[in-house]
């Protein structure tokens, strides 16, 4: 079992629908959680961070976070065409280092 | 959020020979940085943790002979890829640990290499 897992895509969502992605983890001991964006030929971007079950919104995204479930997920309301691109869920551990990536979604909105 | 430059930005070398690839974090003093490589249409994979004034940390099946890191100061590591042949050829990134409760990974813009 990977230790953080995503569908791997490709996602379609209508401009100006929400897009939904989810992440599953398999460390309880998990106690950090992030969001990125990669655009095609580019490095990963931060986008959001989250260490507190419930939902944290910065601007049209949500973070939502379930530790009991070991589910975090990302919304994305009113999709944009420049929200394309891949979306890697990553984990980091209480006494690690590192953060665990998953292997992305990607996602792509169709005007 | 925190800034990772690298350098160079791209870079085409001849097989056999040694090219060095710098990560600075530009606001921010990073203690930990992290070295991946990424291959066409393939998910991050991480080669090495970084960390300031010891050894590198390699991940399994990761030459560390090949791939030199050294972490001088806080704000500087780099990655030379050793005697580079076509296979290493890749886009290699760097990221920096911003310290604090959350210890967020912010990344390099990367750098794309390509061995003839």
């Known amino acids: 079992q990977k230790e953080v897992e995503q569908n791997s895509g490709p996602l379609s969502v209508p401009e100006g629908a929400i897009a939904s992605l989810n992440c599953t983890y398999s460390?309880?001991?998990?106690?950090?959680f992030f969001w990125y964006r990669q655009y095609s030929g580019k490095s990963p971007e931060l986008i959001m961070s989250?260490?507190?079950?419930g939902d944290k919104e910065d601007g049209r995204f949500t973070a939502q976070l379930n530790k009991a479930s070991q589910y975090v997920s990302l919304l994305i309301r009113d999709s944009q065409p420049s929200d394309s691109a891949t979306y890697l869920c990553?984990?980091?551990?209480?006494?690690?280092?590192?953060?665990?990536f998953g292997s992305g979604t990607r996602l792509s909105i169709r005007p | 959020g925190a800034v990772v430059s690298q350098h160079p930005s791209w870079v085409i070398c001849k097989s056999g020979t040694s090219v060095k690839i710098e990560c600075r974090s530009l606001?921010?003093?990073?203690?930990?940085m992290f070295w991946y490589r990424q291959f066409p249409k393939q998910s991050l994979m991480l080669m090495a943790t970084?960390?300031?004034?010891?050894?590198?940390?390699?991940e399994q099946g990761v030459e560390k002979d090949k791939f030199l890191i050294n972490h001088a100061s806080l704000t500087l590591s780099t990655l030379t890829v050793t005697s580079a042949h076509p296979e290493d050829s890749s886009f290699y990134i760097c990221?920096?640990?911003?310290?604090?409760?959350?210890?967020?990974?912010?990344f390099g813009p990367g750098t794309r290499l390509t061995v003839l």
């Open positions: 990221s920096a640990n911003l310290a604090g409760p959350y210890n967020e990974q912010f």
């Open positions: 460390d309880r001991g998990s106690q950090s």
């Open positions: 989250i260490y507190s079950n």
């Open positions: 990553a984990v980091k551990g209480e006494s690690a280092s590192k953060i665990i």
């Open positions: 606001d921010f003093q990073a203690t930990t």
């Open positions: 970084s960390n300031e004034g010891s050894k590198a940390t390699y």
